[in-house]
T-cell receptor
């Protein structure tokens, strides 16, 4: 079946460090991947996406890496700030192409 | 610049009661979605509407119905609420189907006693 998972449910870093959040996906046919940030009491907020014809995409302080060989997705956050503390979800488009399939999330805690 | 607006934000129901969760988007998106989020789990798709006039079941549709009222509005109805439907419900919208970013509202927190 389809599933999107994350390697670690929690990640704790110091302010200013770089953070790496990992995600494994199971469907080799998926061609679109997306990262969301969810703060307490809020809805998921789009961070960055990547299509399968790319292996890297950069945004403001964030980079997404896609390794299709091992079906692995990662989100790198540079110079992590306390405001980055949140739950991060990866998602992929479903086999049927009907909707996104979400992983369970990684909670990032940033201490100053 | 509201984006996706959900009402109500909180609701407590008794088992067997019915209610409708409302969602509206102002981004002129074609596709809209309803998800539920339970503790320790990611979002699971209940129903979606790829375009105005169409609706389809997602992963967990049982106990729910939806209406795509127009391009802006997509409602979710619980006909006879059950405690297992206690959850946070999120509405989302996107342009041109699933391989585009979905934009989410801030959710409806629903408790069923």
């Amino acid at each position: 079946g389809e599933s999107v998972g994350l390697h670690l449910p929690t990640l704790s870093v110091q302010e200013g460090d770089n953070s790496i959040i990992n995600c494994a996906y199971s469907n080799s046919a998926s061609d679109y991947f997306i990262w969301y940030k969810q703060e307490s009491g809020k809805g998921p907020q789009f961070i960055i996406d990547i299509r399968s014809n790319m292996d890297k995409r950069q945004g403001q302080r964030v980079t997404v890496l896609l390794n299709k060989t091992v079906k692995h997705l990662s989100l790198q956050i540079a110079a992590t700030q306390p405001g980055d503390s949140a739950v991060y979800f990866c998602a992929e488009n479903s086999q049927a192409g009907t909707a996104l399939i979400f992983g369970k999330g990684t909670t990032l805690s940033v201490s100053s | 610049n509201a984006g996706v607006t959900q009402t109500p934000k909180f609701q407590v129901l008794k088992t067997g009661q019915s209610m409708t969760l409302q969602c509206a988007q102002d981004m002129n998106h074609n596709s809209m979605y309803w998800y539920r989020q339970d503790p320790g789990m990611g979002l699971r798709l209940i129903y979606y509407s790829a375009s105005e006039g169409t609706t389809d079941k997602g992963e967990v549709p049982n106990g729910y119905n939806v209406s795509r009222l127009n391009k802006r509005e997509f409602s979710l109805r619980l006909e006879s609420a059950a405690p297992s439907q206690t959850s946070v419900y999120f509405c989302a919208s996107s342009d041109l189907g699933v391989s585009q970013p979905q934009h989410f509202g801030d959710g409806t927190r629903l408790s069923i006693l």
